[in-house]
């Protein structure tokens, strides 16, 4: 699968680094109902920050993607941990919520430079280059990095404290990037090179890619909604300790651990890429609609669910996105990013939907009609390609 020890040293540093970028990722929202207390913030607050978040993470992907393409994946991965790492430090530092959801807006858009270009190192290590191996693989990591962090990060909160608890995140996301500098592949750039416009153009106005991009978003609220508001809904509304709400919100990046995997061995294997979006769909809508009944049962049913769709679904999405890249290899970043963009800056709005309408009408009304909203984007799947591969 690796060519030699320095891909696997290489490797190992980029899964380290993925695994810890989703630590900081998740873990604000698992330990919020600390935070929170001390804010003076409800489910409406959590909404609102965990929406900056993902404005920043999502309008940042597309200058991500150029600068890969110029500059090389390596150098904007390592500017995009430390980015993101040290905003992180900042936010166990937060005096006021403005600040905080400022900071998390430059979490977001720090990590919005490490995905994308991560990708693309991860598939050239991987013998064969296989998109849905390589993107199942970065996958796996971050949802095993989403267990420690909506799981473990309770624990560790509750040990030292919420704000000692962020800077050991932040601090642990220094030494990854500090890794991936010394063992990630020198970047192979043209010194000539420069981003053409027109393939731009056609990235963007690739039908296709946006399409991609809003069904990802599509079964993806799932999967925001799940890992943002799930520990803080079962410690607030169904009365039970942060530790057990830490273990059922874990489920949807436990499951993913080896859906991702097996998702990507799929997509390399068949030809109907698009049934599978569809699936997605239809899988994100029914786990969010098993949340809606107020039970600690029905609770982890719907982010085990929840987390089949995510590790299927997202593999599925980016390794897609590779392969309909019509403009060249080069261009893989910009079109991986794109996608990305299109999903993530679009998901912003599932927090702040979702947290309004359980203050107007309760929990079970926000499940349900996230699971309904998720529906809405069955349109953009349906005139898709079948096919994706190259």
Known sequence: MLNSVSDARA??????????????????????????????????????LNAAFYLGIGI????????????????VVNVGILLSSVAVLGTAAAATA??????????????????????????????GGKSGIGVGLFNSAFDLGGLVALFGWVLVATAIGWRESLAVSGALGV????????????????????????????????????????????????????????????????GFSGTLGGAVASLVTVVPIFTALWGGRF????????????????GSAASLA?????????????????????????????????????????????AIGWVNSISLTGSFIPPIFFSYVVQAMGYSQGWLWS???????????VPMLETWRR
Request: glycine share 12%; aromatic share 10%; charged share 10%.
């Open 11 to 48: 490797l190992s540093s980029l899964i380290f680094a993925r695994i810890v970028y989703a630590v900081n990722w998740m873990n604000f929202a698992a330990v919020f109902y600390l935070t929170g207390t001390q804010f003076g913030s409800d489910v409406t607050g959590l909404g609102l």
């Open 267 to 282: 997509y390399d294997r068949i030809a109907r890429h698009r049934k599978i979006m569809i699936l997605a769909l239809l």
């Open 175 to 238: 030494v990854t990037g500090a890794l991936v500098v010394l063992y990630a592949p020198g970047d192979e750039v043209d010194d000539e090179f420069k981003v053409s416009g027109a393939a731009l153009k056609s990235i963007l106005g690739d039908r296709q890619l946006v399409l991609l991009g809003l069904g990802t978003l599509g079964f993806g609220i799932a999967n925001t909604v799940i890992s943002g508001f799930m520990v803080f809904y079962v410690v607030t509304a169904l």
């Open 371 to 381: 699971g309904a909203l998720t529906l809405l984007f069955l349109v953009p799947v």
């Open 98 to 127: 403005p600040e905080m959801a400022a900071l998390r807006f430059v979490v977001g858009a720090g990590m919005a430079f490490v995905f994308a270009p991560g990708v693309v190192i991860v598939a050239k290590l991987i013998h």
């Open 60 to 75: 940042m992907q597309v200058p991500g993607g150029v600068l890969a393409a110029k500059y090389g994946p390596k150098k």
């Open 290 to 334: 098993v949340g809606a009944v107020p039970s600690i049962f029905a609770a982890a049913a719907c982010s085990a669910l929840g987390g089949v769709v995510a590790g299927i679904g997202y593999t599925f999405a980016f390794a897609g996105a590779k392969d309909l890249n019509r403009a060249g290899a080069v261009y893989d970043t910009l």
